[in-house]
């Protein structure tokens, strides 16, 4: 894409209107991102990351498909001793909370109107409404039965369980996620009234979105109070697993905003708004110090969750060192790094911390669900299929991440404008086309390198 | 009032049996051997050298608790039975049913809330608990064929012999 | 009559995510503690009767019509099998209901014989854990499964706290959790004890109800107080099991876990149940008010700046 921009002056599409003939853009032109076929498949081809995207589904997909065919026991060990895996140790629980994203931005502007995030409120919904979407999609992969998966829904209602509540409200809250990012859509297909009518539920979706989301982010760290003993008591609370959980999913959820908005500045400015990258670096800041704030809640939380079950003697063993090793690395040195990025305005370093965390609560949900589990039976190591899956939706995940920043207006605005005024402001338009290039310019620049 | 007549009733009838003579008493000799095959099924019957047991053990309480009305040679069982009269019957299976867990039978034992018997095994625990505790403690054979045959349905049930599973077997695993 | 779930009472009529999430916290807290069916069966299982036989894993073979066995029941080199360097000896799987393990007495050098299979929880984990409701305690006190509704998600399995549900993982089509289910359809509902208690010579295994078998067992450790360990494993252990265990050894060093709470698996997640209706009925009105008072002050402060322009 930075080759097209930078050699033949090449504009994405960012409006309804054709700037240079005040035609509407056609959907198929739309969907090329304004490139005539052999043009966007050149460029498809010139990128190296499809090319490691095209091998990783070339591996993945033969292999998931060898999966529904045997069944799971052809990809997992099979293990009844390790009822779960990869697939949901990675996919739901690090999937979900890594996309708190989308009810934390909602909030932050349009419930407490702080419009200084708005230029990254459509990346976080975004990020959050694909997020869940592949945590479904994961779940797929790893239900015995996945075309029930509705069923918990319309056939059989088991009320009291704790997942029976996690599945209702991941349902429904992917539903509002995909209202709320609909918002994008309809400007992109040119369909205002719907937009509009979204528009007017905004509030409604951002407080249901708060309710479904601090219920399932707690609920998910309930599911584990099912089998206390099984995971070890340093990670377990009876009491506070759901506090521990929804806590962290909120800087998690930022931190995931952090470092998607990283990526996407670094690979894709040329499909950034000027509102977007001129304001990134303060947004960045101003996340950060949401994250800081929920990491040292959860680190006090994390303390009192040890003292009110008197773990201490715990901490001296080997999973002592380890839970000290996911504490220390995934919230204390965040918390220390995030400060010293925000007193000396590092947006860099932030960025850096924010991976960290990243990993840090990675670390976290995959010890709780998956590597603690069965802490004095024995301890199994996924099977290989299992990772290669794994990898492959996450592969998946990317490309239609990327599929759709290209082209819906999640990090630029969306230009519409009558024909009459087209006419009208042809001179301020190629003055902006100007300014638009030399931004583009710059930034192809900076990343024609690794490419 | 209808209670207590009740009570005596009992009492008399109960009373009435003490002064039975025991078909099986002590008075009549002991079989020299017996066949036990009315469980027989996975395994053939054992034919139970009666006459030998009798001169290991040298007393019928070993086996027959307190039937005899000699006492009981089970410390636990002695509380009550020290002085009992002999049964009227002292068969095993004559107290040991064969179908201890049917419905009827395990409302039968519930319905008197005071019965201290409550725990009475079925005869086929009768002769094993019986047979191989003692047979552990003298050092006598305790494998199964050891004192009865198996039966094809035996071996079609362990999947055994001629039932064994193809390239299953001892070998297999036990190196 | 139809068995029923004990949940079945609170007949949920409202659809939509809140109402369900009152809903299940309703049951969740409308519930006194659930002692069990008064007229619960239960089998108690006497470690020092059991030889170690494997008679009954024969039988319970043969009732289910389970896939033939790798190595003939009358085979004892089983009890030398151990998995994952020695962590595991053999367990329930998907072709077996119930496994017979053997153990050292430490103190004596005599070994132990232990039959594993699912406990019936009074209150079953499994059953409280299913999203789709999928188990169903029966009145008889079996803990029994329907294939039918299973999803898959295996969430019983890692709520079980016996690890007992097994998976036929390599089916396709039709993967199922296996599990004993105490005979339930061929024996247990026509009043018939289920076919390894039938089937064990020692009567290591003895069938009744349940109330009665813990007379029983406190009587055996009463009148042999040194025989028997004084505990009855499954009296309380997450709040009662239909099966139940005498042993003369330690529990914990016959493959018991000892550690397990004595109140069911479910009461753990109620702190954070309690926690639902809360959000359901103050969320909506904090944060509407908090958006109120946050959005009215700035659009005036923007007005005013605006005008001031």
Known sequence: MNHLIVNKGYQPIDSLNNPDNGQKWSLWRKLLLGLSPSDYFRQVLRNP???????IFAIGLPVIIYRYATGLGGVMHASYDYPWGLFLGFGLFCMVPLSASGFLLGTTVELFGHKKF????RLALLNGLLGYFFAVVYLLVDLGCPWRLYYPMFVSWGTAAVLFLVGWHVATYLSVQIMEVSEAFFEWVNWPTAKKFIHSGTIGLTVAGIILSTLHQGALGTLLCYAPGKVHPLWYSQEFLWIFYLC??????????????????????????????????????????????????????????????????????????????????GVILPIILFSIGIRKNSVGLVRFTAFLTILGLMMNRLNTALITFNWDLYQEIPHPLEAVITVTIFALFITVYRFILYRLPILYTWKTVSEEELVSIADLDSTQTQQAAVLVDTAGKESLGPA | MNKRKRLVLTGLIMASFLFVVPVFGASSEPPASILIDSLSYLYNGVNFDHEQHLEVTNDCSVCHHHCFGNGAENEQCAKCHANSNGTSSVACGDCHIQKPFTVQHIREMEANPKRYHLDMVGLKAAYHLRCLNCHVEMDAPTGC???????????????SGDYAPIGGGAGKVHE | MRRISRRGFFKVTAAGSSALAISSTKKAFGMKEFKGYPDSMGVLVDLTRCIGCRTCEAACNKEHGLPEPEIPFDDFSVFDQVFHDGKRKRRTSDSAYTVVNRYDDTSSGAPVYRKIQCNHC??????????????????????IYNPDVCVGCRMCMVACPFRIPAYSYHSALHPQIIKCNFCYDTRLKKGKPPACVEACPQEALTFGHRKTLIKIAHERIRSDPDKYVDHVYGETEVGGTSWMYLSSVPFDQVGFD???????????????????????????????????????????????????K
């Open chain 3, 258 to 308: 000892t550690s397990l709470q004595h109140h069911p698996i479910l009461d753990n997640t109620k702190s954070f149940l309690g926690f639902v209706p809360m959000v359901l009925g103050i969320w909506p009105a904090m944060f509407m008010g908090f958006h109120l008072l946050s959005t009215r002050g700035k659009e005036e402060t923007e007005k005013k700046v605006s005008e001031n």
């Open chain 3, 122 to 143: 009074n209150e079953p984990a499994c059953l409280t854990s299913c999203f789709v409701n999928a188990y169903t305690k029966t009145k008889e006190g079996a803990v």
């Open chain 2, 145 to 159: 064929v050891d004192c009865h045959e198996r039966t094809d349905t035996g071996n079609q049930f362990y999947h």
């Open chain 1, 118 to 121: 708005k230029p990254i409120l």
């Open chain 1, 49 to 55: 990351f499809n090319w490691v995207l095209g091998l």
């Open chain 1, 248 to 329: 962290s999913s909120v800087f998690a959820g930022i931190c995931m905003v952090i470092a998607v908005s990283t990526v996407v500045e670094k690979t894709m400015s040329w499909r950034c708004g000027s509102e977007f990258l001129d304001n990134l670096g303060p947004i960045t800041i101003g996340l950060a110090k949401g994250a800081t704030m929920a990491l040292v809640t959860y680190l006090v939380i994390k303390i009192i969750g040890i003292i009110h079950d008197n773990e201490w003697a715990y901490l001296t063993t080997g999973w002592g060192t380890w839970f000290m090793l996911e504490i220390g690395l």
